[in-house]
Each structure stands twice: as structure tokens, then as C-alpha cells.
């Protein structure tokens, strides 16, 4: 099941700003400015990204590109590259750690720092890190809620507190890999098995089960199945098994990697939940 990671990313660099246009109309012949609005558009294309208020304040590219650099050098961490979604109204910028190299049950996991800003308030800036089993490519990604920062006027200075706290990234890194390692060492039965698929897709046991929910388990299942017989029946390829699932199975229009957003991250950290409250009771 090896394969290449396909962690790459699209740029290198940013070679593109944001702009502040007025937002406009016609009426009765007139044109008129929408007061208290503008639009936030490229300045390489001319596409509006979106139309938000006055007091909306963006991180411009510029500053998210020397925010990845500043991190960088604190972390030691590899600076990759740049993504862009919805025709660049979502930015994410990738550092890849290349030194402190993981290894769970002899397979390696490559380990990646991740920042995100916005222009259509999709979401706010915020830092999170994410790992890959390179064996199989699974994806699991955890956003550090300490560090989202509205797109206010006091950005700044709360984006100078999250490169003072940066080290809680390392912190929290170090206690998922401690983790990833223990749930090799606890045999799943199949009762548990059975507990684990109804809490990671939030199935009550006391009441009927749909047709597309009763699907879901069936295939998830067999994710997890698949999984443990490389892994073994345990607590870490029961999580493989889900990290299969929500990285390969689930259907996205817009395939962000890392599972950091949506379906897919509610399941994975629901996964990691229960996996973990295995290995630390």
C-alpha cells in the first residue's frame, strides 16, 4: 500500500495582493457607492473575492507570507509552498518538518505545520498541524484553537501573541506522538470495535439506525478492517482505519489536505478522542 505523498504544494510564493475596491451600483441611470462595503479582489486578475464590511480587516499576503517565514525560523521546520481554494478567497501555507523525523510501528509520518487565512471570512488566520502516515497517505489534522485571529483591527498584536506562543504547537505535537505510540500496544476486541464505530459516527444505540447512516458504518468498517490487518488489531489501526476513511472514502468538493475542515475533521478528532481515552485511562 506504500504510495508518494501527495502533500505538494501548488506555489512557492504568494505573487499576488489584495485590494480594497469600492462596491458600486446603478440606479436610475446613476452610479451609486454602497457605503459602509467594499470589495476584495486580486490585484493580478481583477477577481472580487468577496464583499464584506468596512470594519472587515485582511491579513494581506504579504504579511501571511513573512508570518510562514517568522515560523519557519522559530520551528527549524522546511517552508514548502502555498495552496490556494476557491480562486484564491482561501490561502494555506505548509511547513514540513525535515529533522525530527516520527516512526510509528515502523512506518514514517511526516509532520507538517499549516497556517490558513481568508478573504471571504470563510475563516479567520489560524495555525494547526497535521500528519501523514506515508504508507497509505491517511491524514490527520488538528487545528490549534489558540491561534484563529479574526480579521479585526487588532489582528496584529494578537498575531504577534501567537508567534510568542508558537511553542504550544510543539507542546501538543509531542502528546499525539506519545499517544500514536501507545495504541499499538492495546488489542481491540470486538465489542470495543463495535463501541468505536457507533461513537466516532455518533450512532445511538437506542434508536433506529438510517439506511445511509447503517452505510456509512458498513464501509467505515471495513476501512478499519482493512487497516488492522497491516497494522494489527489494534488501537492504532482502528485510527488508521478511520484516517483511511475520511482521507480517501469521503466525497468533497473541495479536497483540502489534512482533514482540517468539515466531515472529515469532526470524524478524526472524534476518532482520536475515543483512541486516545483508550491509551490514557
Excluded at 512557492?12 to 441611470?29: A, C, D, S
Excluded at 482505519?241 to 480517501?248: L, M, Q, R
Aim: hydrophobic share 35%; net charge neutral.
Amino acid at each position: 500500500m506504500a504510495r508518494q505523498s501527495f502533500f505538494a504544494t501548488d506555489v512557492k510564493t504568494l505573487n499576488w495582493e489584495i485590494t480594497e475596491q469600492p462596491v458600486q451600483t446603478v440606479f436610475n441611470g446613476n452610479i451609486v457607492t454602497i457605503e459602509g462595503h467594499k470589495a476584495l479582489a486580486r490585484n493580478d486578475n481583477g477577481k472580487v473575492l468577496s464583499i464584506k464590511k468596512d470594519s472587515y480587516n485582511p491579513l494581506p499576503n504579504g504579511r501571511f507570507m513573512e508570518i510562514a517565514e517568522l515560523i519557519k525560523k522559530y520551528s527549524g521546520f522546511e517552508l514548502t509552498g502555498y495552496q490556494e481554494y476557491k480562486e484564491g478567497a482561501k490561502v494555506l501555507g505548509y511547513l514540513k518538518n525535515n529533522g525530527d523525523v516520527q516512526k510509528i510501528g515502523g512506518h514514517v509520518i511526516e509532520d507538517y505545520m499549516l497556517i490558513g487565512n481568508s478573504f471571504d471570512g470563510s475563516t479567520s488566520f489560524f495555525s494547526g498541524c497535521v500528519t501523514e502516515l506515508l504508507r497509505c497517505t491517511n491524514q490527520f489534522g488538528r487545528i490549534n484553537q489558540v491561534s484563529r485571529i479574526r480579521h479585526t483591527s487588532g489582528n496584529e498584536v494578537k498575531i504577534n501573541e501567537f508567534l510568542e506562543q508558537i511553542k504550544q504547537h510543539f507542546k501538543a505535537r509531542s502528546f499525539m506522538y506519545n499517544s500514536f505510540n501507545r495504541m499499538g500496544e492495546k488489542i481491540v476486541s470486538d465489542e470495543l470495535f463495535e463501541k468505536a464505530l457507533n461513537y466516532i459516527l455518533e450512532i445511538d444505540v437506542n434508536t433506529e439506525i438510517s439506511t445511509r447512516k447503517a452505510n456509512q458504518k458498513e464501509l467505515l468498517a471495513s476501512c478499519i478492517t482493512a487497516e488492522s490487518r497491516e497494522l494489527g488489531k489494534n488501537v492504532w489501526g482502528l485510527f488508521n482505519g478511520v484516517t483511511w476513511y475520511t482521507t480517501h472514502e469521503l466525497n468533497s468538493k473541495e479536497k483540502v489536505k489534512g482533514n482540517i475542515f468539515g466531515t472529515p475533521y469532526k470524524i478524526n478528532e472524534r476518532a482520536f478522542e475515543f483512541c486516545n481515552s483508550l491509551v490514557t485511562a
